[in-house]
């Protein structure tokens, strides 16, 4: 029997969701901690905050249930 890997979409997607939204994140904040920022930039800030460490306690749980096989 041969074994072999298969990437797993969803933990993949899950993860480039959570980099995009860290980098978002960093270039909101870059912005928002500038004289004359609108205020919707502090709203976009919380959001990519929220969703990056909602998807990556979600990856890191993908990950550790692959551990765990």
Do not use: H
């Amino acid at each position: 029997m041969k074994y072999e890997v298969k990437p797993d979409i969803t933990r993949t997607t899950i993860g480039w969701i959570s980099v995009l939204s860290c980098v978002l994140g960093m270039y909101f904040c870059d912005l928002a901690l500038k004289p004359g920022s609108p205020a919707w930039v502090v709203d976009a800030l919380v959001w990519c905050t929220v969703v990056f460490f909602g998807s990556y306690l979600l990856w890191s749980l993908m990950r550790a249930q692959d551990d765990n096989i």
